[in-house]
């Protein structure tokens, strides 16, 4: 299937590690120039740059730097002219140990309002950011990574879910604001428990009990994600927006 991103601009951000480079590899595999978007790891986004080939951009971006959503949109603007794809895959996890073990009362409330604040207010003003492009070419796609923790919970996810949560409402009244201004399309894909290539440790761990649930018996890879995202930030998808689709194996 011609999923006509050849040639297409997409962006990529949390591209260095996990999910993101997958989905950034997927991209690239249909013909797509990537922004591989990084906060931490600038060393492992041009290590991805050389591995998928094609016509890639390394680009700093901070989620909750109120000014890198700017920069971020005026790098890749000067770089392709274009921006037709946002994939909004950085992530705040706000795991910190000081406050590990505590009821989602006590954790103070700087780190609550930080998690909640670079998760929710990064996605949003990134993708606001580059609405501008993808209504002037009439035509563009975003695809939110959200979290089956949003609406499945987990003790501990309070304010990360809460966070994925809002995600999925600025995504669906996004669909409609943006559907009238030509072939826009915006969607959440939400991953469960997913093997990556950064997080070995915690699948020999946790693993058996996620995969126990599953009706497939068995987690998904970072590879089988990406699938999905790559397909709804795609030409092929025609006509899916508004929607939060699971991608966790059935569990």
Known sequence: MDLGLTGRTVIVTGASGGIGREIARGFAAEGADVVLAYHHSQAGAERLAKEIGGRSLVAPYE???GGSARGLIESVLGWSGRIDVLVNNAVHWGATEPDAGLPFDAVPDERWQTVIRANIEGALRLSRAVVPSMRERGWGRMVHISSSIAVDGMPGGEYYGAAK???????????FGLGKDGDILSNVVMPGFTRTETNVA??????????ARAPIGRLLDAAEVASAVVYLGSAANTGITGQAVKVTGGA
């Open 63 to 65: 989620l909750d730097g």
């Open 202 to 211: 915690m699948v020999e761990q946790a693993g058996g009990h996620y995969s």
């Open 165 to 175: 949560a809002a995600l999925h409402g600025f995504s669906r009244s996004a669909a």
